[in-house]
């Protein structure tokens, strides 16, 4: 499986013209381009276990030097989770901020389709590689390897919510009386308790970080 479900795309034409320092003004767009996922590990920002924040895929420290890419270019950000953006921060093997990568070091931008090709996720929600790229990308860039409980957990339970949120919708077009309802209800009920219970271990989790 892909880490994202749905490839994010950035839109050409932003809602908001932020300039200086003020790149979090296009923190709502990229939310919205990035399908509320991080870019990086494909998490879901809509548990409570961490900040989503804007990240320069091209680390700041690279282009303040020359000024060829400036603080708010939108297409040189990512929203992504706290802890992606952490682990990444300003590493950027090649040294040069017109190449991602070099000798299997390095990044792929997370709207490129080719990131797909080189890290993947398992059936059980890992995420591994494909390339020795993706695999500095697991194991050095984001450390994936040594998130693998927080990323298999979010992945599971945003499993359950998708699933749960699939049932909603088709419960809103019966009748409430009718049987098809009743059928419905009853499936979302036998699967909720699983929706808590991972909802309870993640928070455990996080808070003991």
Not at 87 to 100: G, Y
Not at 172 to 196: C, R, V, W
Request: with cysteine.
């Amino acid at each position: 499986m892909n880490v994202r479900e749905i490839l994010p795309k950035r839109r050409l034409l932003p809602t908001r013209n932020p300039s200086g320092k003020n790149w979090a003004d296009h923190k709502t767009d990229l939310q919205i381009d990035f399908h509320f996922h991080c870019g990086y590990c494909g998490s879901y920002d809509g548990f409570r276990h961490t900040y989503y924040e804007v990240d320069h895929f091209v680390p700041k420290s690279f282009f303040e030097k020359n000024n060829n890419i400036t603080y708010c270019q939108y297409n040189n950000l990512v929203y992504s989770c706290k802890f992606c953006n952490n682990k990444k921060l300003a590493q950027w093997p090649s040294n040069d901020e017109t190449i991602q990568n070099l000798n299997n070091e390095g990044y792929v931008d997370p709207c490129d389709t080719d990131f797909d090709n080189h890290i993947y996720r398992t059936q059980k929600g890992s995420i591994r590689w494909n390339t020795d790229l993706g695999k500095w990308m697991v194991e050095k860039g984001f450390k994936f390897d040594e998130r693998d409980f927080a990323i298999k957990l979010l992945w599971e339970i945003n499993q359950v919510r998708l699933i749960l949120e699939i049932m909603a919708d088709e419960l809103l077009t019966h009748n409430e009386d009718s049987n098809e309802y009743n059928l419905i209800y009853l499936e979302m009920g036998k699967i909720a308790p699983k929706y808590f219970l991972l909802d309870k271990v993640l928070m455990a989790y996080y808070n003991n970080i």
